[in-house]
């Protein structure tokens, strides 16, 4: 029968974790082992904890980007172009996940990673609150007891200790030349034929919350904010003293995991518009030479002094002219994002400089204005990226050297009954953003955003059922 879990809120300790509260039916069996590490059995109710413990932290992030584009992001190509999916993905790499968890709690004396008496309490106090938060069969349906949630989150805590111990060693030092930010403010003109205006019209009208174009730059910085409000830290004294880098390690991984969403949302929106070029209609060839025009001719007044680009970029939002837009960018010169054409149109340009020729990309024009040539706030955030991507290399130089050494084996059979297909279906826009509203507590965690969407999995997993909710 089809299970359907709703996925909600967060439990962490020393880093920042992310579980899915599950709802289910009937009794668990005894979960499958699927994996070995040297030569000894993993216990199955771990491996099946920390599955869906995962696939529910992975589900934060990308469910915003599913609820955007009405699509299951999970099932689309990872962005390598080789047809692998996001859900492929993640089902070879839980193995590595594991496996590090032990290897980490393997190497834990060789840097003095033993948890403290208050650490261990605190774990023990979080756990029993999980456990009496929830309900019984979601916990049955996650594998989740006492002993289970206890063993992730100090193998969980011992990890984040270690990696700090890697780390200790990694040049935090990141010169401003390196690390410079600029940012770069635009109006951007993108055709739109009258078709499209009164289909986007009506889409608002049934109650369907339609994409602001302007709101595409800054869905990665979404996407965080909406995770960080769903996560909180527990912690203890002694637990804050190795939470720093275990933390930000994780948020870094939560980070890259965005992008990598937002570069498969981004591809996707790229292989619509050549579709679109390819029958292309004589409404979209007339809306382009329109658009363009449009763009020429308020570069002309900005430049000859008849406006000036603040004032230009006011009136879009006052006029509401369907496909023109403004907003900013930050960026660096060595940057892959925004489009190449618009870092090397505005680089080594000045505060305050109007850039003085329309930039194309993808079909649409830019008006292009350096606001910040060099920002200080971006660039001193960029500087702790750069050093969070130093820590994470130093990480898995080191347990790539374990791993060569360790004999960690899956049994493919039996990994294939744990980690059954899904699919994926978005509630309507208005439940959303009601159930949003929605707060509640998992563990010590605060919650202050709870998301409902709902997964449906197709087959059994390791749960047998004895009724039926």
Known sequence: MNKVWKKGAAVALAAVMCAGALSGCGKKSEAISAFTFNGKKVDGDFVNFVLRFEQASLDDIYAYYASMMQQDIWSMDDGQGLGVTTWDNFKSNIGTDIEKLLLA??????????????????ISDATAKFLADNDKDALASMSATQETV??????????????????????????????????????RYTPSTESQTEAQSESEMAGTEAEAPNTVETEAETAVAMTEGETSVVETEPAK??????????????????????????????????????????????????????AEEKLEEIKSGETDFETAAAAVTEEAI?????????????????????????NDLEDDTLVEELVEVDDSWYILYVKDAFDEGATEKKKEEIVEERKTEKINEVYDEWMKDAKFEADSAKLAEILKDRSYTAPKSNETEAETQQGGTLGDASVETELHLEVTYETDMVVETESET
């Open 105 to 122: 709690e393997e190497h834990a004396a060789d840097f003095d990673a033993v948890l403290t008496e208050d650490e261990k309490k605190a």
């Open 150 to 187: 206890e063993r992730y989150l100090t193998l969980s805590t011992i990890k984040s200790k270690v990696e700090a111990g890697m780390c200790v060693d990694v040049d935090t030092n990141v010169s401003d030349e390196e690390a410079a930010q600029r940012t770069v403010e635009y109006i």
């Open 241 to 294: 003293k190795t939470k720093a880098s275990g933390a930000a390690k994780e948020e870094t991984e939560r980070a890259q995991a965005v992008t990598e969403a937002e570069q498969t949302v981004t591809e996707a929106q790229q292989a619509v518009t050549e579709a679109q070029s390819e029958t292309e209609d004589p409404a979209m060839a007339e809306a382009k030479v329109k658009y363009r025009a449009m």
């Open 322 to 346: 369907p496909g023109v837009t403004n907003s900013s960018y930050t960026f660096g010169k060595d940057d892959t994002y925004p489009d190449a054409a618009i870092i090397e149109a505005t």
